[in-house]
């Protein structure tokens, strides 16, 4: 039986609260371009890169448009997200979020980002937890968007851990696909439902800690 030795956290929506400041951004860009995208197509869009979360947005209006319109939406939703998380800061971390965190340093489990944000670095910046990661694996660091498992095994690399020493917390469809695919265990947050594939679901961070997370690891 494996050891835990390692946690990879997802970002947006599983340590911070800014899956909706994407969405709206995407929605607002969504109306801009008269494309009708409602609340069910976030599951859609969730955990996937920029670019991939414009070209969902284009194939679902039949749109088809020219690179560097593209490139100039991608930099408006930026923009627009950007300026949503203006005040962003540790107390808006999700809730249980640091606390774990400060649990898995405490005990010599090692941390991990990983990330398809190229907004990382700005987000741990402005929340103060930079410090907790021994690695970070975000959107500027990776070939391939999730489901790929490319950031989660440069994230296992980077801290010399085996996938099968590590629990990924994910609260996206296609991060969940890209963590199993690696051959890590997965620990979901959100709706059970739809995050079935995942080795277990929890609603957020603040459900989970240490001992829990080991006796549902090696069970
Ligand atoms: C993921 C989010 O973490 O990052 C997506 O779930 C987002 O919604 C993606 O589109 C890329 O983020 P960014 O910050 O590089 O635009
Ligand atoms: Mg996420």
Known sequence: MAELKACIFDMDGVIVN???????????????LRIDID???E???????RVDSLEK????????????TKLSLMRNKNEEYLESITGLKQEDLLPGALDFLKEC???????????SSKNADI??????????????????KVKFSKPDPEVFLKGAAGMNIAPNEIVVFEDALSGVQAAKSGGFFCVALGNPEELKQADYVIDGL?????DKLKSIFNH
């Open 18 to 32: 800014s899956a909706d400041f994407h969405f709206h951004a995407w929605k607002k860009l969504a109306d801009e």
């Open 39 to 41: 609340d069910d197509f």
């Open 105 to 115: 340093k405490a005990n010599g489990v090692k941390i991990a980002l990983g990330s």
């Open 123 to 140: 987000i741990l910046e402005k929340t103060d937890i930079a410090g907790y990661f021994d690695e970070v694996i975000d959107g500027n």
């Open 206 to 210: 603040h459900q989970i800690n240490l």
């Open 43 to 49: 599951i859609h869009l969730k955990g996937i890169s």
């Open 57 to 68: 947005i284009l194939a679902k209006g039949n749109l088809v448009l020219d690179n560097d």
